[in-house]
Structures are given as C-alpha cells and as structure tokens.
C-alpha cells in the first residue's frame, strides 16, 4: 500500500486535512502551533485506490524547545518512509523562510511532491497563492482542508504519483494492543523498546504524546497493532483543551483494544489514578498485563520482588489473576517477554470453552459447594454456557437466579480461573432462569 506524508510548518492545517483525508477526527486539531509531535497514521481510498497518509508535526527550525528537535526528526522518518510527500502550506502567511527550507528538505529527498496552499476559500486568495511557484516544486494546488474544497483534485494528483506495479497488500484483522498509564511512565519509550526504532518522541516532560499513536508490530512470529497512548491524569488536572482531548483519545484506544499494557512507574508505586485506569480497562472487559517499567532503577534485595507482587495484586483485588512483569524500557529487560505474554492474553480473551467441558468441571464444583439456601429455598444449578460475545462471558441456568449472592459468584469465578486459563482477562457470569 502507497504511503503519503503530510508535512510544513507549523499551524498550517495539516491535522485538518488528516482528518478529512482519513474521514475522522483521529488528529487532535487546535490554533496552538506544535499540538501534533508524533507521526500519526490512518487510511484513506479515493477513486478506488486505498493508500496510507501520516500526519506529521509542524516543521521548525533553530529552536531550543527540546520537542522542536524530536518534532523535527519525525519529520525526516515521515519523508524516508512515504511514496509522496504533500508539502501544505499557508496562503494567509506566503512563503515563509520555514516553507524554503521544507521544500529544500523535499528536492533532496528525491521523492514526488504535491505543493498544496491551504486556507484558499475566495478568490482573491486564489490569486495570492500563485507566488508559492516560487518554492520551485512544480503546479501548487489550492485547497481550503477545513471545508474540502480543492481536495479533489489535490487528491487525483496524488494517486497519479503512485507506483502502478507495486503489488496490492491483503489487509486482515490484527489484534490491537493499547498501551496506557499516568503521564511519564515510559510508555513511549516502551513501543520505542518494542519496535527497535524511535517511533514516539520521548522527553521526560509529562504530557510529551498527545495523540493515540498507531503502529503495526511484526517481528519473531507476532503480529500486532499497538498503540501509544497520552497519560491518563485526574479529571481536576486536566487543564487545557489539547490535554482534554488527549484523554479522550487515550480512554478510546483503551475502548477500541483486546488488550491493554498497563504502565506503572516503580520508582512511584501504584496509585489510585493507575487504579482508576485498571478499573477503565476492566469496566470496559479488555484484557490486561501491568507493566512495572523503570524497575533498573529501583534498590532490590532478596525480596523486593516478590513483597512488591504481593503489593499490587492486594491493590487489584478482587481481579488479581493479572500478569505483572518488571521491566526497563531503557535496558530492554523483559520487553519480549511483555510480547509473549499480552499475545498469551489475547488468546485467552479469544478462546470458546467447548459446553461439554465446562459443564463437566463446573457442575462438579457446584456439587461440591451448592449455593446457600436463602429463606429456606435452595438453588439448583443444572447446565451452564459460554455465551457469544467478544469477551468471556458465562451463563448459569438455575431455579432461582435472584438468590444467588456476590460471594457464590466469586467462587464460581475462582473455580473457573483454577480450571480454565483465563489470566489477563475479565470475566462476567451471569444467572438465568432455566
């Protein structure tokens, strides 16, 4: 599939024309210059041609701001990975020393290039945009990325540059993997780890990712999305708009993944905001492995590892039946690990008990411990069923479903994890009448 990089400076619409492009709001979008860091990825077809375009951050040069200088290599990975680079510029601004030095960045990469004059919405704009000849890099389209106008024909330019014998890829359902936490737990510098590349700009500022980046795994035999996420902060910490909508961006990879990396800080602990997270990522019954990152820098003795297991599970409870792994996004202890344990996880979260089987075992547990009677009544499980649904979800059929109590149903539970390997993922039963 064909490869398109949006790039320019800064504040000229390119998250805009993402999100029309692709046909939703993936990229957040704001008259804040520099709110886009990372390369952001989605899917766009026109005319029949299926194509991917990268968002990219505002191009800057001769700044001090630690995230200009990541910006700015991302930029450069964008243009060596695309098959077309579309050049957006402002026609409110003209040409500017940041578009001449873009477009000499262009001409040496050797590669096809769109110039596109964004913000063209009348006439006498139209007209303004001819001095963007200048830039040297062939016919300019005039577009305005905020009501689609000029697009079109933007559009039929760029796939007249594609490859025509570059053969088509067979797209298929990947699992997708989230990767969630507070702010500066090591979460990008975890997919950095995972993928051998610096795909997500890393700082040790808090709030460093904004968007939810995605990105396709492919190595030793597993294939997978996973995506970088923004830091989950408290509701009353959340300040400013960019951040509001980080978060949503955030709780949505949590609602769109199979499974979920949980990061946690060791040098910081598990605090209640990482709970809240755990409990999102369980309301929401997606499976889950809790990443302990930075554990290189923590002091160990003999039992340092085990007194802080036994500490996070009882924080967990009542669904401990969590993978915990320590790990060091910086070292790459046990990042491969962490890849063979959540693909564990989601095949956990994917799997159909045969009914034969379950009620085999968990008729059996039900001899050995019936429910309590209530009132003088007795309960009398007779079959039970997994049911159809994303998620394993169970269905007990008894006389009467209303008597049963929340500690039967957590023995139940327990029984089914003893017999089952259900690790990683929440589970749900339910009591219906026969």
Known sequence: MSIVAIVGRPNVGKSTLFNRLVESRQAITDETAGVTRDRHYGKCEWAGTEFSVIDTGGYVTNSDDIFEGEIRKQVHLAIDEADVILFLTDVQN????????????????????????????????????????????????????????????????????????????????????????????GKSSFINALLDEERNIVTNIAGTTRDSVNTVYNKFGYEFNIVDTAG????????????????????????????????????????????????LIVKNRKGVVVLINKWDLVEKNNNTLDAYTDAVRAKLAPFNDVPILFISAL???????????????????????????????????VQNFPPPSVKGKYVRIKYVTQLPTPSPQFAFFCNLPQYIRDPYRRYLENKMRENFDLQGVPIQIYFREK
């Open 94 to 185: 003209g040409v500017t020393d940041l578009d001449d030095d873009v477009a000499e960045i262009l001409r040496r990469s050797k590669k096809p290039v769109i110039v596109a004059v964004n913000k063209v919405d009348n006439a006498d704009r139209a007209y303004m945009a001819s001095e963007f000849y200048s830039l040297g890099l062939g016919e300019i389209f005039t577009i305005s990325a905020i009501n689609g106008s000029g697009t079109g024909d933007l559009l039929d330019a760029v796939i007249s540059k594609f490859d025509k014998n570059k053969p088509a890829e067979v797209t298929k359902e990947l699992p997708n993997i989230a990767v969630v936490g507070r702010p500066n737990a």
């Open 232 to 279: 989950l902060r408290k509701k009353n910490k959340v300040e400013e708009n960019l951040e509001f909508y980080s978060v949503m961006r955030a709780i949505r990879a949590i609602e769109n993944s199979d499974v979920c990396f949980l990061i946690i800080d060791a040098t910081q602990g598990l605090e209640a905001q990482d709970l809240n997270i755990f409990s």
């Open 331 to 365: 070292t790459r202890q046990r990042v491969f690990k962490a890849i063979e344990t959540v693909m564990q996880v989601y095949k956990n979260r994917q799997q159909r008990i045969p009914t034969a089987k379950l009620n085999e075992v968990m008729l059996a547990a």
